[in-house]
């Protein structure tokens, strides 16, 4: 099966049960993939608690994930939004609020607001600027639209008594990525094409620290942070 995910051709084996979460994804014109997804490789027995389905889903997302790195992109365990025509990344670890959040920023901001990947979206540098991409690999609920959208910014959560945000430096920005994405880059080439995207990331795109409250305000003050912190840049 061929798909265009984050402007690449790939090809996709409905192993699984792949194929309703690629549907929007499919192509129907003949092309020459720039990915492909073997589904030969799979382990599923690396993935013991999961159904053969998930563990599927899991592995088809690694080898996307691994070959994306080759064409100037990454892919972010991230809650991904589009408001007037930028995305906005909410990332960290499982339980932070990542989904609660970008929930405040629609009902706070209105239908303007789409969610379009909801666990995994892609980040491509194309032509010197970096987009977010929704991909199929979205999560137990599949949220996701097939969309393209500037990057403005990303945004690292934390619980706290407050709002309460800062801009994090090149080193912190770097660990935090690098923590909620993947870490099985056993190989030393691939390690190094991911520290690439990840070191070329924060230095053209801001990324923050939130402390929030589960409140209106704090969608308020991570949008006018990060969107005026993109305009200064450029973005």
């Not at 799979?42 to 088809?60: I, K």
């Not at 999560?139 to 990057?151: A, E, Q, R, S, Y």
């Not at 990303?154 to 923590?179: H, M, P, S, T, V």
Request: charged residues 25%.
């Amino acid at each position: 099966m061929l798909c265009k995910i984050a402007d690449l051709t790939v090809e996709i084996p409905e192993t699984g049960g792949l194929a309703p979460r690629l549907r929007d994804y499919r192509m129907q014109e003949a092309a020459v993939p720039d990915i492909v997804i073997d589904d030969s490789r799979y382990r599923p027995a690396s993935w013991p608690n999961l159904s053969f389905e998930d563990a599927v889903y899991m592995e088809s997302g690694f080898q996307f994930y691994y070959r994306l790195l080759r064409h100037d992109g990454m892919m972010l365990h991230a809650s991904a939004v589009e408001f007037d025509g930028l995305a906005y990344l909410f990332s960290g670890p499982c339980g932070m609020g990542k989904s609660t959040h970008t929930r405040i920023w629609q009902e706070t901001f209105g239908e303007g607001v789409h969610l379009f990947n909801d666990d995994k979206p892609a980040l491509r540098r194309v032509d010197g600027r970096w987009y977010a991409y929704g991909t199929p690999w979205a999560g137990k609920h599949g949220l996701n639209i097939n969309m393209k959208v500037p990057l403005a910014g990303i945004c690292f959560l934390q619980r706290g008594q407050e709002n309460r945000i800062r801009r994090l430096d090149a080193k912190e920005a770097i660990a935090n990525i690098i923590a909620q994405t993947t870490r099985r880059a056993a190989k030393q080439e691939t390690l190094m094409l991911l520290l690439t995207q990840v070191d070329r990331l924060v230095r053209e795109i801001p990324v923050f620290e939130l402390e929030n409250l589960p409140e209106p305000a704090a969608a308020m003050l991570s949008h006018d942070t990060m969107l005026h912190a993109a305009k200064e840049a450029g973005l």
